[in-house]
C-alpha cells in the first residue's frame, strides 16, 4: 500500500522561494502520477501540477505556470514542487496525491483518479 508523505511547507516571505516535498513508502513512486493539490481556508481544492509516472509530462494551472516546477527524483522516491516567487495568494495547505499508471499509460496527466493522499504541508506566504 501507497504511503505520501509531505514536508518542506513553512513561512516564506512574498518573492521568496520554497521546495516541498512528496515521499513515498509502500512502493515506487515511478509507478504513479503525482498531483499537487492545495486548499486555502475558504476555497476550493485545486490542482496546481501533475507530472506523469514516466516524468515526461506535466502540467501546471495558470496561476502557477513560469513560478513553480514539478520534478521526479526517482532515487530517493519523492516528488517535489519547487516554488519561486511566492504570492500571498499561494498561502495553502499543500498536498501530493498518487494515481497508478501502467507502463502503456505513462505519459498522462488528465483524466486520473487519484487514490492516494498524504496528509498535507502548509505553505504560508506573509510579509
Known amino acids: 500500500q501507497l504511503q505520501l508523505v509531505e514536508s518542506g511547507g513553512g513561512l516564506v516571505q512574498p518573492g521568496g522561494s520554497l521546495r516541498i516535498s512528496c515521499a513515498a513508502s509502500?512502493?515506487?513512486?515511478?509507478?504513479?502520477?503525482i498531483g499537487w493539490f492545495r486548499q486555502a481556508p475558504g476555497k476550493e481544492r485545486e490542482e496546481v501540477s501533475c507530472?506523469?509516472?514516466?516524468?515526461?509530462?506535466?502540467k501546471y494551472t495558470d496561476s502557477v505556470k513560469g513560478r513553480f516546477t514539478i520534478a521526479r527524483d526517482n532515487a530517493k522516491n519523492t516528488v517535489s514542487l519547487q516554488m519561486n516567487s511566492l504570492k500571498p495568494e499561494d498561502t495553502a495547505v499543500y498536498y501530493c496525491a498518487a494515481d497508478r499508471q501502467w507502463w502503456y499509460d505513462s505519459s498522462r496527466c488528465q483524466g486520473l483518479s487519484y487514490d492516494y493522499w498524504g496528509q498535507g504541508t502548509q505553505v504560508t506566504v506573509s510579509s
Open positions: 509502500g512502493s515506487t513512486l515511478n509507478y504513479y502520477a
Open positions: 507530472i506523469s509516472s514516466s516524468g515526461a509530462v506535466t
